[in-house]
């Protein structure tokens, strides 16, 4: 059942079942039965495959009572006479009955640090992109209100939760807490699967059974939230997580700045509470001001990891990501082929090289850009947003024109949000950079990168123009590299009001997506890449407004693996960037076969990171062949239903994925020897995702030799042995970081 119903109990209708009842004592007995939801009105939000029951009478708090398997309206009784009602409050204030964790705390102008909130309504209504419903929550003193708000999305099982927070009053209110969500959860074999990193090691995922206590996944950065931890998390209701069976519940919130995700499990009681990290955060809500906490997006699948991964996708691709559902091209980025030793000559050969190898799109990363200060390096130049005529003297019209020559697009990297101290910008404008007064200034990258203010109006106007400036000028660039190498370092702004500099790290994110926001209105179909010194900034807050991320900036193919899986519990293949580098990684120094190394690209946005000149002719004929490979599997990789089959976690040797087309008529299967040992134990993969009742051709994408395909390749094979039997790997991943990517075929019966 798509959207959700709202099913109203009322007294009247329980009457008459009473009237029926033998005797008074009958009566009573089922009076005291029923008393857990009989005055209550309940409410069902739905999509196809869950359900989220809220009860909520007027004047009184708002439980949540159940989240799970869909239910119809006439099956709210069964949630009661079950036993599986939560009855836990909704949204849990701070001040009366003060024990527990809460999800809201304030303290009026009066000194008071109490609410006591009831219901007032509930209202529900259609938005373009979905259904909502409203729970409106008023103090029964002061003059503040809280609305929390569920939405469905048609054609996916995801519920997005948050909450608007108005100051009725006539004076300003202090808020130190306000979580998007508070979620009671089946206390069970409850395990965690988490995700966190550092720099190259982005998106590591964590599984660990919850104990009594406290997890808190938390980011204090500022600007790049990602690098360190991620904002979602997985927590199966029974036992270990499995891929593709076992109940689990899926949430990420969707926000680019400072967030906590704290599970607190106390005996038999489990809650998650979600939203923005208050923590040097206080927020004072000035009369007649409404503020508004991030989505919290949650699903919950009896599929395992498996299907809260596919109904993510399936969320982003259509509501979360720019163009979602818009094929995207292969690209060659220069930066591990030139780095900063940018000049029109060495991009005119990367261009023409990467051409005749079928590439569609050439990106030239840093070091184009100051003429004052050239681009050198990382230490000068950020804000000096125009061409170093010293290395492009032909400008970008000379880039552009050497693109359409050879054939493809042209897009370029920016990094507008920052500057240097060693820039123009920093000498005309050093009132636009975050600082605090009577210290000294913290700079990173290179010793002399800072972070402009973005809540000055200002600012944010200068950073739309970075992009209005390069389209008006030059509308051909079809690609934009959006990057981030530094942290919120200073936590002072010249423009916020001296009583409100504690509002810098939530303002400086609305801002950042004011800004997003001009630009997209401008230039809805302009493709721009979220990086932020690699994987910093993969998230939903942020997503919405840019086309893909950049994963990592160690592009080591048998890391990747690791961190791609990882990648993958939450966001979709399309928006993934993944590039083939060179024979000796830059970052790990390892060395691993060009084909592993497309292989691994392959699975999700294939892109390249490598000096097409270093390569032999062996080499570029085989890029060739791999990227005319990937454009024939491209729709269904970038758009198809993702099945995780071996994890590189279960320490195997050996890891595997598939992609699959919603019709079940075409496969992409990519596997990958990651250990080699003598008398190794090569497991079986057992696919999945595939129609037991059809038979599927196999071809193999991408041989060493063209005129060696795999064993496999032309096999006629069923999905039923496919999935129930599986496939031998131990004479098709004989040697060190061998791979597999093959297409499967529907075909015909005889």
């Not at 108005?166 to 069970?188: C, H, I």
């Not at 700045?257 to 990290?277: E, F, P, Q, R, W």
């Not at 491209?634 to 995780?644: E, M, S």
């Amino acid at each position: 059942m798509d959207g959700y119903v709202i099913f109203e109990k009322e007294f009247f209708i329980k009457r008459k079942i009473f009237e029926t009842m033998n005797t008074r004592m009958s009566f009573l007995a089922t009076i005291l039965m029923l008393s857990s939801s009989l005055f209550a009105k309940d409410y069902l939000i739905s999509t196809s495959r869950t359900s989220l029951l809220i009860s909520a009478e007027v004047g009184e708090k708002s439980k949540i009572q159940y989240y799970g398997v869909a239910i119809a309206p006439e099956q709210i009784q069964h949630i009661y006479d079950a036993g599986l009602a939560l009855n836990s409050e909704s949204y849990p204030a701070f001040g009366l009955r003060s024990l527990g964790e809460k999800a809201i705390a304030m303290t009026q102008p009066d000194g008071n640090m109490s609410l006591d909130l009831g219901v007032e309504t509930v209202t529900q209504h259609k938005v373009t992109d979905g259904e909502i419903t409203e729970v409106i929550l008023k103090d029964k003193v002061y003059p503040i209100t809280i609305k929390q708000c569920y939405k469905t999305y048609p054609e996916t099982d995801v519920i997005g939760t948050w909450t608007e927070i108005l100051n009725e009053g006539k004076k300003p209110v202090t808020l130190y807490q306000f979580a998007s969500a508070y979620l009671p959860m089946y206390r069970g074999d409850n395990w965690l699967t988490h995700f966190h990193g550092a720099w190259g090691a982005e998106c590591t995922m964590e599984e660990e059974k919850l104990t009594n206590g406290q997890k808190v996944i938390a980011n204090k950065d500022g600007l790049v939230n990602t690098e360190t931890d991620n904002p979602s998390f997985m927590l199966s209701l029974d036992g270990k997580p499995q891929e593709e069976t076992g109940k689990v519940f899926g949430g990420i919130l969707a926000w680019s700045g400072n967030y906590k995700l704290k599970l607190n499990v106390c005996n038999t009681a489990l809650s998650v509470i979600a939203g923005m990290n208050e923590e040097n955060s206080h927020y004072i809500l000035e009369p007649k001001e409404v503020f508004r906490t991030p989505e919290f997006a949650m699903t919950y699948s009896t599929n395992g990891k498996g299907g809260v991964s596919r109904t993510f996708h399936r969320w982003a691709r259509q509501y979360k990501m720019n163009q979602g559902n818009r094929l995207h091209d292969i690209l060659l980025n220069s930066w591990e082929g030139v780095y900063f030793k940018v000049n029109q000559k060495g991009m005119d050969e990367m261009m023409e090289a990467f051409s005749a190898m079928g590439g569609e799109l050439f990106v030239m990363d840093d070091g184009w850009f100051g003429n004052k200060y050239p681009r050198n390096g990382g230490n000068s130049s950020l804000g000096d947003w125009e061409v170093c005529r010293e290395k492009l003297p032909e400008g970008i019209e000379g880039l552009l024109a050497s693109a359409k020559k050879h054939g493809i697009k042209f897009g370029i990297w920016i990094e507008p949000e920052m500057a240097n101290t060693k820039s123009e910008l920093f000498e005309k404008h050093p009132e636009w950079i975050l600082k605090i007064d009577n210290r000294p200034l913290s700079t990173g990258r290179g010793g002399t990168q800072v972070v402009l203010d973005l809540t000055n109006p200002k600012v944010q106007d200068f950073v739309f123009g970075v992009v209005d400036n390069l389209m008006t000028n030059h509308p051909e660039i079809a690609y934009m590299k959006w990057d981030d190498n530094c942290s919120l370092l200073d936590y002072g702004s010249s423009y916020l009001p001296k009583n409100k500099q504690s509002h810098l790290y939530i303002e400086y994110n609305r801002c950042l997506v004011k800004v997003l926001e001009r630009i997209r209105a401008k230039y809805p179909s302009l493709v721009i890449q979220l990086c932020a010194g690699g994987g910093g900034r993969v998230n939903y807050g942020l997503l919405p407004y840019f086309d893909e991320f950049w994963t990592s900036d160690d592009t080591d193919a048998l890391q990747r693996i690791y961190m791609q899986w990882g990648v993958s519990s939450f966001f979709p293949a399309v928006a993934m960037a993944s590039h083939v580098s060179a024979d000796k990684n830059h970052q790990t120094g390892r060395r691993i076969p060009l084909k592993f190394r497309f292989d691994v690209a392959m699975s999700g946005r294939l892109g390249m990171e490598i000096q097409p000149k270093d390569m032999s002719e062996t080499d570029k004929a085989f890029a060739k062949r791999a990227i005319a490979a990937y454009k024939n599997v491209r729709p269904i990789v970038q758009l198809g239903d993702l099945y995780r089959l071996m994890s590189p976690y279960d320490n195997k040797g050996v890891s595997s994925l598939m992609y699959v087309t919603p019709e079940k008529d075409k496969a992409v299967f990519y596997a990958y020897k990651i250990s080699h040992f003598i008398n190794m134990i090569i497991p079986r993969v057992y696919m999945n995702g595939l129609d037991p009742a059809k038979n599927y051709r196999v071809l193999d994408l991408t041989p060493a030799d063209e005129n060696k395909p795999c064993s496999l390749h032309n096999r006629i094979i069923s999905g039923r042995l496919l999935m129930e039997e599986g496939i031998a790997l131990n004479s098709l991943l004989k040697s060190e970081y061998s791979s597999l990517a093959l297409e499967l075929q529907e075909i015909e019966k005889p």
